[in-house]
C-alpha cells in the first residue's frame, strides 16, 4: 500500500483574509483558483488589462460596489490590487506597501 499522510492540521480553513478601509471591511477572494488566475493575468496580459481583471477576480460585486463608493484615485486603487493580492500570497506583514 502506498504511504499515506494526513495534512488537515497544515490547512487553513478559516474565514478569507479582509483588508480594512475607512473602518469597512472587505474580504479578499484568497482561493488557490484566483492566485492561478491572477498569476495568469499578470503573465500574458498589460497592467492597463490585468488590473481590472484581478480586481474583479479579488472583490466580490457587492465588495466592488463599496469600493466603488470610495471614489479611490488611481495610486489608491492601485495600492488596493497590490496589497489584496500580497495578503493572499501571505506576505502582509500589517505594513502596507511602498509603492
Known sequence: MAKV???TDKLNFEESPAITIKGQ???VNDSAETMLKLMGLFD????AEAV????EL???EEDREKLKDLNLNFKDFMTLIEESMDLIR???DDTPSEG
Open 52 to 55: 481590472p481583471a484581478a480586481y
Open 90 to 92: 501571505g506576505e502582509d
Open 5 to 7: 499522510i494526513d495534512i
Open 25 to 27: 471591511t472587505y474580504k
Open 44 to 47: 500574458g496580459k498589460s497592467e
Open 58 to 60: 479579488l472583490f466580490s
